[in-house]
């Protein structure tokens, strides 16, 4: 995919439906989680946070991109630091204004195109790929990555956020071919500290609903 598409807005596109548009159903419970990981680990590699143990600090305060500004003000105005899994907590909680706004910077990017819908008092937009070509050559990407190699720091952040963030069958539709992504994912070692978080934040909203 095109250089310029940060690490949430190629999350977010993998997490709609290329065929009827939406979110995919066996995804949708996982994507608030997964998107504030991707914007905590942009920021890391912009260094516009640091990340020491578990704990996350911000270091710049200043972003061109609305949404990390929005994560950016939310985690300077605390004044000290907190871990990554209470970031991801609190993030996903206010994560619709975080994930209407990464889907406007793609509609401004003309990736995506919106649907008007409506039921009862309801309005909600439904997002639907103009690009389905481009994300096509992003999963053959992110697929090389996986078994060929990269070296890219915002790479191998990308390719933390896919089992936790239960993209796999998204990009595999065989299976063979998808417990063999998710065991190189492991020999790579590509999981992190936030990664962690979200994989701990997802399996604990779960263990609660149930």
């Known amino acids: ?8 807005q190629k999350i977010y596109l993998l997490f709609i439906n290329p065929g009827k548009g939406g979110y995919l159903l066996r995804m949708g ?5 997964t998107l504030a990981g991707a914007v905590l680990l942009e920021l890391a590699a912009e260094n516009k946070i640091s990340i020491e143990g578990k704990k996350i600090t ?21 004044g000290n630091t907190r871990s990554a899994v209470r970031w991801i907590r609190r993030l996903s909680f206010s994560n619709s204004a975080l994930r209407n706004e990464i889907r406007q910077s793609l509609y401004n990017k003309r990736y995506i195109r919106l649907e008007e819908k409506q039921f009862l008092f309801f309005h909600w937009k439904k997002p639907h790929l103009s690009e389905k070509a481009k994300v096509a050559d992003s999963i053959k990407e992110i697929e090389t990555w996986i078994f060929t190699g990269t070296s890219e720091t915002e790479n191998l952040y990308l390719l933390s956020l896919l089992i936790p963030g239960e993209m796999l069958r998204r990009l595999f539709s065989d299976k063979e071919k998808r417990r063999a992504a998710r065991k190189r994912l492991k020999q790579m070692g590509v999981e992190n500290v936030v990664s962690k978080a979200v994989a701990v934040a997802i399996s604990t909203a779960r263990a609660a609903a149930t």
């Open 1 to 8: 995919m095109e250089e310029q598409l940060s690490i949430a």
């Open 29 to 33: 419970n996982t994507l608030n989680y």
């Open 58 to 78: 911000p270091v710049e305060t200043r972003s061109s991109l609305l949404y990390q500004q929005r994560v950016l003000d939310k985690i300077s105005s605390t």
